[in-house]
C-alpha cells in the first residue's frame, strides 16, 4: 500500500544560474529523484557549521601552536638540561592531544588500506 504524500503548503525560494540549475536538475536525475525531492534530501542531510565557533577554535590553536613552538626552540637550545626532556615530555603529550581531538591520527575513509 503507497504511503500517503505529505501536503507541503510552504515554498522556498533560491535563484539559481542555468548552470546551477542544469547540474542539479543532472544530480537528480542520476539519483532517480525529481530536483524538489532532491534538494529536499539534501538540506535535510546537510552538515551545518558555526563558522564563529570555528574562528575561535582556529584562533586559539593558532596561539597554541605559537606557544609549542617556544617551547621546542628553548628545549632545542638546551637539550643538555633535565628541564628540556621535561619540556619534551610534555610537548609529545600536548601533540598527543591535539591529534585526538582533532581526528590526525584516524585514517581518512577514503584512503583505504594504504599505509605509508
Given at each position: 500500500m503507497p504511503k500517503p504524500r505529505t501536503r507541503r503548503a510552504h515554498v522556498a525560494k533560491i535563484r539559481l544560474s542555468d548552470a546551477e540549475r542544469q547540474r542539479l536538475i543532472?544530480?537528480?536525475a542520476d539519483a532517480g529523484m525529481n530536483l524538489a525531492d532532491f534538494l529536499r534530501l539534501a538540506a535535510s542531510q546537510a552538515v551545518v557549521v558555526n563558522r564563529?565557533?570555528?574562528?575561535?577554535?582556529?584562533?586559539?590553536?593558532?596561539?597554541?601552536?605559537?606557544?609549542?613552538?617556544?617551547?621546542?626552540?628553548?628545549?632545542?637550545?638546551?637539550?643538555?638540561?633535565?628541564?628540556?626532556?621535561?619540556v619534551v615530555l610534555a610537548l609529545l603529550r600536548i601533540e598527543?592531544?591535539?591529534?585526538?581531538?582533532?581526528g590526525l591520527d584516524q585514517t581518512p575513509p577514503d584512503a583505504g588500506d594504504a599505509s605509508c
Open positions: 543532472s544530480l537528480a564563529s565557533d570555528w574562528r575561535r577554535r582556529t584562533f586559539q590553536l593558532g596561539k597554541i601552536g605559537n606557544n609549542l613552538n617556544q617551547l621546542s626552540r628553548w628545549a632545542n637550545a638546551h637539550k643538555a638540561a633535565i628541564e628540556a626532556s621535561t598527543r592531544l591535539l591529534r585526538n581531538e582533532f
